[in-house]
């Protein structure tokens, strides 16, 4: 068999997050939403603290909803809707420019987070090796804010090695959604044929089962952070690694 294309998922397959743990994940986004918020008193928007509590409430409330139910409907409300969603149920509308305002919201939201991720040891270099190989690379994340994962990309100038970058906030369903499988991989210039050519390389169920059941080949990454409420994977000789960079050697396997 020829394998065609390798495709990556991006928190803790080819990132990590620095001394992650629920807590700090939280910390980080409260942080965000707090520069959100500034941002918006600076522009007169809020009134009143009591404006700020609502919001604040409602804006979190409605994230946690989003979260929760997507495990079953494994739809994606994006960042800059959430944002616009819970201003206009408040009756705040903003400028002309409202679309941009809502943006720029998601970016501080994410500002904090973006500095948190940064690629392990191997990425790079696998990375390189792999398009050396003149392979196809792509990557999905389960990410609401599509900017966010370009731009932490940029920040490491890994941005050049993907032939389609895709993020559930672009395709507006989440991994194991069987579609943003087959989406990115005609994305990539494949034919939906061609998915059992196609690696997808993960750390958690939504990367591997949905794979498998799109017909991708699976392979797990054996995250060293624990997570709790983590689904139970069954797949029969399901292939793993432990470093990134035993991705070369499952590939090459597979091309002999």
Not at 148 to 155: A, D, G, P, Q
Request: glycine share 4%; net charge positive; with cysteine.
């Amino acid at each position: 068999m020829m394998i065609k294309a390798i495709i990556f998922d991006f928190g803790f397959t080819l990132f990590y997050f620095k001394n992650a743990s629920v807590k700090k994940y939280f910390k980080c986004f409260k942080e965000g939403l707090n520069k959100s918020v500034k941002f918006l008193q600076d522009k007169d928007i809020f009134k009143t603290e009591t404006n700020i509590k609502k919001f604040l409430r409602d804006f979190n409330k409605r994230r946690l909803e989003s979260y929760k139910n997507s495990d079953k409907s494994m739809k994606e409300i994006t960042t800059p809707s959430l944002f616009k969603e819970i201003l206009q149920k408040s009756g705040i509308r903003l400028l002309d420019d409202e679309e941009d305002v809502y943006k720029i919201l998601a970016d501080l939201y994410h500002s904090c987070e973006e500095e948190e991720w940064t690629p392990f040891d191997e990425t790079r270099r696998t990375l390189i090796k792999l398009q050396q190989m003149n392979i196809k690379i792509g990557l999905i994340s389960n990410h609401p804010y599509h900017a966010s994962i370009l731009n932490m990309l940029e920040n490491y100038d890994l941005t050049k090695f993907f032939d389609i970058i895709m993020t559930s906030a672009k395709f507006k369903k989440r991994k194991p959604h069987k579609g943003i499988f087959t989406e990115t991989i005609l994305e990539m210039g494949l034919k939906v044929n061609d998915v059992d050519k196609v690696i997808m390389c993960g750390d958690e169920y939504a990367d591997v089962v949905g794979a498998s059941r799109a017909g991708l080949i699976p392979v797990l990454y054996l995250r060293k952070v624990d997570f709790p409420y983590e689904k139970e994977i069954n797949i029969p000789d399901l292939i793993t690694i432990k470093n990134i960079n035993e991705i070369i050697p499952v590939f090459e396997r597979f091309n002999q």
